[in-house]
């Protein structure tokens, strides 16, 4: 049995399951969120000469957290559509790479500065390591801890919509089964 509201026996314990539709939902709510955060502001660099700076997530890493990201929720709305619980489980490891992406960058804002200095500021003539020294400051914005806390729940939703579908913990009557069709043969 399965379904919203019902239950399902194993060795005398009741385990309820949720819609379907629920966990991959989360997931890909959590994949949006991400998207939106790798579009913006990841960090400041303040600059004696030009001032304060933002960074957008686009000027760095952020590109590569969109395209996870995007690739995470169209995984994500896909698994209630074809039912297959392993598209959950690839967007899960989408949004580990968006997650991992963004937590360099929120808790070492030295990348982001670094990608800003080397692709934007860096054009005005003078080496990264020139650059990069001269600033007063730098540090991690909005949009990069958006892109990490969000996409760390569509990895909590990936892991549990793989669970849900029991692929990671089968049902006690089942191995029962299997073990039964072994001692046959």
Same mark, same amino acid.
């Given at each position: 049995m399965s379904g919203h509201g019902q239950r399902q026996r194993s060795?005398?314990?009741?385990r309820r399951r949720v819609a379907p539709w629920v966990a991959p939902g989360i997931g890909a709510a959590g994949a949006a969120l991400a998207v939106v955060g790798s579009l913006l502001t990841w960090g400041t660099v303040n600059h004696p000469m030009w001032g304060e700076q933002e960074i957008a997530g686009l000027d760095g890493d952020g590109m590569w957290t969109l395209w996870l990201s995007l690739g995470a929720l169209l995984l994500f709305l896909g698994t209630p559509v074809a039912r297959l619980p392993l598209l959950s489980a690839v967007a899960g490891l989408l949004a580990v790479g968006a997650a991992g992406l963004g937590g360099l960058n929120a808790f070492g804002p030295d990348r982001s500065a670094r990608i800003y200095v080397? $692709?934007? /500021?860096?054009r005005a003539g003078d080496g990264e390591q020139e650059i990069f020294g001269l600033l007063l400051d730098h540090g991690s914005a909005a949009g990069v801890w958006l892109v990490l806390a969000a996409a /760390? *729940?569509?990895? @909590? @939703? @990936? *892991?549990?919509?793989?669970?849900?579908?029991g692929a990671l913990l089968p049902v006690e009557e089942e191995v029962r089964h299997v $073990? $039964? $069709?072994l001692a046959k043969r």
């Open positions: 060795g005398g314990t009741a080397r $692709e934007v /500021l860096g /760390l *729940v569509s990895v @909590a @939703a @990936a *892991v549990w919509t793989v669970v849900q579908a $073990e $039964e $069709e």
